[in-house]
């Protein structure tokens, strides 16, 4: 699928997603996978990488071992949170200024955000500003 997206779009930026962060090794390994989250997460990576993907998900613990992969690959995680911000779903997640310094490009911080929705994006802001100001 990815090498056909590649291949249609020559110019194009293909996204990849490995294990998403909602996943426990222990639930991971419920589904009857063999191998841990960060294996897992290295070899869908390189198979990604290999089929023409140019970015790739994750979660931050495991943008270190996917940038040792590769130095050009675009790192995105998601499973991101600030100090005191509900986790939700997610199960590995980080702090912003972590996921940075461990070497995602990007880091994804929705619901932290969203869920400050009162009607005006005041709230919002607020939120983002605090985020901002935990990056030093």
Known sequence: MIKAASDALPNGSITAVTVLTSFS???FDLMGQK???EETTKNWAQMAL??????LVSSPFEVGS???IS???VLITPGVRVEGDDAGDQVRIMSPKDAIAAGADFVVIGRSITSMWDGSDTMMRKKIEQIASTLG
């Open 50 to 55: 290999k089929s023409g993907a140019t970015s």
């Open 71 to 73: 130095k050009d690959a």
């Open 25 to 27: 090794q222990s639930e």
């Open 66 to 68: 996917l940038r040792a």
């Open 35 to 37: 191998s841990t989250i």
